[in-house]
């Protein structure tokens, strides 16, 4: 069975770090751009940064660049991202995924909740 089971997530005051982790199981995802999503109360769900295969970011949103760091070990099989400068509209379900997504491959995500 595949699967991508991110964690990290938590409760953090404005200003604070934290830095998320998806372990991908089933297969590898070496050979194909990855991206981290985020869906917000109300919102749908928005692409947040992606990384190639070889670990070059291709694209973060305005909103979180200079404040997050895509970033991927493929021996490990694991995508990171590391949030610095939180802000409370930072607040979401942080998922992972291919970039482009795949449907079959949603996770449960892993809640990020930033209080000012």
């Known amino acids: 069975q595949v699967q991508l089971v991110e964690s990290g997530g938590g409760l953090v005051q404005a200003g604070g770090s934290l830095k998320l982790s998806c372990a991908a199981s089933?297969?590898?995802?070496?050979?194909?751009?990855m991206g981290w999503y985020r869906q917000a109360p109300g919102k749908g769900r928005e692409l947040v940064a992606s990384?190639?295969?070889?670990?070059?970011?291709?694209n973060y949103v305005e909103a979180v660049k200079g404040r997050f760091t895509i970033s991927r070990d493929n021996a490990k099989n694991t995508l990171y991202l590391q949030m610095n400068s939180l802000k409370p509209e930072d607040t979401a379900i942080y998922y992972c995924?291919?970039?482009?997504?795949?449907?079959?491959?949603w996770g449960q995500g892993t809640q990020v909740t930033v209080s000012s």
């Open positions: 995924n291919l970039y482009p997504y795949s449907t079959a491959y």
């Open positions: 089933g297969r590898t995802f070496s050979g194909y751009n």
């Open positions: 990384i190639s295969p070889w670990g070059s970011p291709l």
